[in-house]
């Protein structure tokens, strides 16, 4: 049995990196899988705990969905919080997992700065939750972007952890299924997830720094494309793209400690569905003042239609809000069945 599940937090913008590093894969993997596409309110409370407009933004993400073209009939998009299975199983990984562990997580580090103690748990526990978004659902593929990648190992971390501590109970109830791990084939009731990452787009840079990532949470928005910005601005903040003042090379090894080039070879790749050496094909010897034009005439014509499409769903709050909550009573149906059975392999009492 195979399931796609993904997340996407709904603090900020949504930004190109999110739109090509997820959005774009979340779509493409819909024609082959059962797809649930989850955006993830509670995870933005380990940003802050007080926001204006929660609400609003939670349907914004799901329009971008819905606009990108997620079918929210024949796949699951709900908002994290209604399924209350999260916090639930989140709760139990919390006690499965290691306070190491969690204190590794390089974003938790970015994110915690230096003074670590006045982190909230939450922030410390993010990946707990995120390994419960995905196996509460027994998830077996989830497409992100490349700094998500630390997260998915711990979340294999945690199935395996809790398969090994419980594996007498899985073996009693007779609950687990059989998968391998490395040499050995295990029994375990939790899939050892894969991600699924890759392609050009799988980092994109900040258009102001090629060593930052593209961010939601860059204070200049000159740094990233919008899912919402019109076609004016996207050109205006493709033209002020940080580049070095050589040619596009004819090979991929040329852009090799060129990452602004790259980033915007990437970043084209993405947009036209095509690998960074066929833009190269295309562009090599060209200059960024050639390059740039025709990089911003195409992110209008990918971009436009996805925004535009968006603000026509965004209108409809009440539409937005039956789909999360269709979504919602079907996600939760599906993880209550397996905490029913978390509940039986832990020993927790119940009906
Ligand atoms: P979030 O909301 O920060 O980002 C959403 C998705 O966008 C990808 N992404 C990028 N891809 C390429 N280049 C970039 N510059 C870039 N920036 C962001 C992210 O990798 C992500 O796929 N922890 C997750 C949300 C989450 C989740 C989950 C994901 C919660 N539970 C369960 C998968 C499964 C996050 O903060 O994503």
Redo the contacts with the bound molecule.
């Keep these: 049995r195979q399931l796609v599940?993904?997340?996407?937090?709904p603090t900020g913008n949504l930004h190109l990196?999110?739109y090509?590093?997820?959005i774009r894969k979340f779509v493409a993997l819909q024609e082959e899988y059962d797809c649930i596409y989850c955006v993830?309110d509670l995870?933005s409370l380990t940003a802050q705990m007080v926001y204006d407009d929660l609400a609003d933004q939670t349907r914004q993400i799901t329009a971008a969905f819905l606009a990108s073209g997620i079918d929210p009939k024949k796949h699951i998009v709900f908002n994290q919080s209604r399924v209350k299975q999260h916090a639930e199983l989140a709760w139990i990984f919390n006690c499965v997992a290691r306070i190491g562990w969690m204190n590794r997580m390089t974003q938790f580090k970015d994110k915690a700065g230096k003074d670590r103690e006045n982190a909230s748990l939450g922030l410390l526990a993010y990946p707990s939750l995120?390994a419960a978004?995905?196996l509460v659902y027994r998830a077996t593929h989830?497409p992100?972007?490349?700094?998500?990648k630390q997260?998915l190992e711990l979340t294999r971390d945690i199935a395996q952890k809790f398969n090994n501590d419980f594996s007498g109970r899985i073996a009693d109830l007779d609950v687990g299924v059989e998968m391998q791990v490395g040499d050995e084939t295990v029994n375990g009731f939790f899939p050892l997830t894969e991600p699924v990452i890759g392609g050009p787009?799988?980092?994109?840079m900040s258009l102001r720094d090629g060593s930052k990532?593209?961010?939601k949470s860059d204070p200049s928005d000159l740094s990233r494309i919008n899912l919402t910005d019109d076609a004016d601005v996207i050109s205006k903040k493709i033209k002020k793209a940080k580049t070095d003042p050589d040619a596009l090379p004819g090979e991929l090894a040329g852009l090799e400690s060129r990452p602004e080039a790259k980033n915007l070879v990437g970043i084209y790749a993405g947009l036209a569905d095509i690998s960074k050496e066929d833009v190269l094909k295309a562009f090599g010897g060209q200059q960024f003042s050639a390059f740039k034009p025709a990089l911003a005439d195409l992110a209008v014509e990918k971009l436009a239609p996805v925004a535009s499409e968006m603000r026509r769903i965004m209108a409809d709050t009440a539409y937005v809000d039956a789909v999360l909550k269709d979504g919602g009573e079907r996600a939760g149906a599906l993880a209550e069945e397996t905490m029913k059975t978390v509940r039986d392999i832990i020993g927790l009492v119940q009906d």
């Design positions: 599940f993904s997340g996407v937090q990196g999110n090509l590093g997820a993830v995870h995120m978004d995905i989830v992100v972007g490349e700094d998500q997260h787009a799988a980092r994109i990532k593209m961010s």
